[in-house]
C-alpha cells in the first residue's frame, strides 16, 4: 500500500520519454525498495542524490499528511440554537475534505472544499441535546478527504522496450473522514404576565432577569405581557424594579426554568396601595375624650381600583366603622386611596 501511495502522490505519469518524468521514476522506485528494506544505495551523482532526499522528505509529508484528520476530529463541540458555530481546522487539512451541506436531526452542517473550517446551526425544530457523528456517518454524507475516497485505486505503468520492470499494481481503500460529536444547546422562551389583584394585565413594569452565561437584561412589560425569545435552558431569576405610581413594587425575587423548545411562564402580581385614617374625639378644650365613640367612614365618590375594572364603593356608601379606644383614637387601615369622609 505505501509504495502505491508513493506513486501516487509523485504523480508519475509512466511517460519515461520525459526526462523529468523518468527521473521521478528512478526516485520513486529506489524509495519503495527502501521503504520494503531491499536498498541502501545511493545515487553516485551528489547532486541527484540531494534531489533524491528533497523529493523523499516531500513525499513522506504528502503521505504523512494524507492520513492527518481536521483537528477537531473526535471532539465534542458545543453549539447554540439561533446562532452559527464555527470549527476551525488548525491542522490545516480540512480544506482537501469535499463539501457537504446537511441537515440531520435539525442540526445544519456545512463544508465547502477548499475552506479550512466547518460551520453548525441550530434549527429552531431542533429536539436533541447531543448527536454523535460518526467516520461512517460522515463518509455517508460524502465528507471525505479528497485523493482518498473508497474506491479502487490501481497504478498502471508502462515501460519502454528493455527497461527493466520490478514494480507491480495493486488496489486499495484508504479513505480519511472525520468523527465528532455535538453538544447542542437549544433555546427557550420565558413570557412574563403582569396583572393586579383581579387579574387585569397591568403596562409600565421594569423587570431584572438573571441566568447562565451571565444573562442580565432589564425588561419593560407592556400590554401586561412580554416574551423573552432565545434564552438557553437553566435557572433564571426575576426581580421587579419599579412599577407604576398606582401600584406597589413586588419586592419578592422569582424563579423559574428554561427548557429547550419550550415557553416558561411566570405571573407576578402587583397590590395597589392602602391608607389609613384616624379620628380623635376631644372635648372644646381640646382634651381626648377617650373610649366608644363611633364615627361612620363613608365613600366621597365612586370608588374604583386602579384599572377601573373592579368598583369597590359608590358614592355615599358606607365603607367602615370605627370605635375610639380609651385613648380617644380610633383608627382605620387598608382604605383604598380615594376622597372618603368620616363623622
Avoid at 16 to 28: H, M, N, T, V
Avoid at 239 to 260: A, C, G, M, R
Avoid at 279 to 308: C, Q, S
Amino acid at each position: 500500500m505505501l509504495g502505491i501511495k508513493i506513486w501516487e502522490h509523485i504523480g508519475c505519469d509512466g511517460n519515461f520519454a520525459d526526462p523529468s518524468s523518468l527521473k521521478r521514476y528512478a526516485f520513486a522506485q529506489q524509495m519503495v525498495w527502501e521503504c520494503l528494506g531491499q536498498s541502501s544505495a545511493t545515487f553516485v551523482d551528489s547532486s541527484v542524490q540531494n534531489e533524491y532526499v528533497t523529493f523523499r522528505n516531500e513525499t513522506n509529508n504528502k503521505i504523512a499528511k494524507m492520513g492527518q484528520r481536521a483537528s477537531f476530529d473526535g471532539s465534542t463541540i458545543t453549539i447554540r440554537q439561533g446562532e452559527v458555530t464555527t470549527a476551525t481546522d488548525t491542522n490545516d487539512v480540512l480544506k482537501d475534505y469535499e463539501s457537504i451541506d446537511v441537515t440531520e436531526s435539525g442540526v445544519h452542517i456545512r463544508h465547502n472544499k477548499g475552506d479550512n473550517f466547518m460551520t453548525f446551526s441550530v434549527n429552531d425544530d431542533c429536539n436533541i441535546e447531543t448527536l454523535r457523528i460518526s467516520d461512517s456517518k460522515f463518509q455517508e454524507w460524502g465528507l471525505i478527504k479528497s485523493g482518498t475516497q473508497d474506491k479502487r485505486t490501481t497504478v498502471y505503468i508502462s515501460f519502454e522496450n528493455d527497461v527493466q520492470d520490478q514494480l507491480f499494481a495493486m488496489d486499495y481503500n484508504d479513505p480519511v473522514t472525520l468523527s465528532l460529536s455535538l453538544a447542542i444547546e437549544a433555546k427557550g422562551r420565558l413570557e412574563l404576565i403582569k396583572t393586579n389583584d383581579n387579574r387585569d394585565l397591568i403596562d409600565g413594569s421594569i423587570f431584572r432577569v438573571t441566568g447562565p452565561n451571565n444573562y442580565n437584561e432589564r425588561v419593560t412589560v407592556t400590554g401586561g405581557k412580554i416574551v423573552i425569545e432565545d434564552l438557553i435552558k437553566g435557572i433564571y431569576t426575576i426581580t421587579e424594579e419599579s412599577t407604576k405610581d398606582s401600584y406597589l413594587l413586588n419586592t419578592e425575587t422569582y424563579t423559574v426554568e428554561i427548557k429547550p423548545n419550550e415557553t416558561a411562564t411566570k405571573t407576578i402580581v402587583n397590590k395597589e396601595p392602602t391608607g389609613t385614617i384616624t379620628v380623635e374625639k376631644r372635648n372644646m378644650n381640646g382634651d381626648k375624650l377617650g373610649a366608644g365613640f363611633v364615627f361612620k367612614i363613608t365613600a366621597a365618590e365612586d370608588i374604583y381600583n386602579a384599572e377601573r375594572t373592579v368598583k369597590h364603593y359608590s358614592k355615599g356608601d358606607i365603607v367602615g366603622r370605627i370605635t375610639t379606644a380609651n385613648s380617644g383614637v380610633a383608627t382605620k387601615t387598608g382604605l383604598p386611596m380615594r376622597k372618603l369622609f368620616s363623622k
